[in-house]
């Protein structure tokens, strides 16, 4: 097994490409959004709708809005440009927070 890994390194290496000149050797970051939601925690207790949410994306400066009905479950991945909105059962905002 181990001469067969040995005889396949050099191919492996041959398909790899290295960068050219003034050519990055890695993908530039992303730009990121900023969210800051401390300006829209006065929102919590009013009715999820349309208008709060365009409402609080304006007020947040975020690009993007996620609704969190309940019982949501949400992934773990953070965007600094993302609001989150939570909501009850009757559609009330109970927690607003960025990532």
Do not use: H, K
């Amino acid at each position: 097994m181990a001469v067969l890994a040995l005889a396949l390194a050099p191919l492996a290496a041959g398909c790899a490409t290295a960068p050219t000149a003034g050519e990055p050797d890695r993908l530039p970051a992303l730009p990121e959004g900023s969210c800051n939601a401390d300006g829209v925690q006065t929102m919590l207790g009013e009715r999820a709708s349309q208008e709060t949410g365009t409402q609080i994306l304006g007020r947040t400066g975020a690009d993007s809005l996620r609704w969190g009905p309940p019982g949501a479950v949400f992934t773990m991945d953070f965007r600094q440009g993302r609001v989150n909105v939570m909501y009850d059962a009757d559609m009330t905002i109970t927690r607003i927070y960025c990532g």
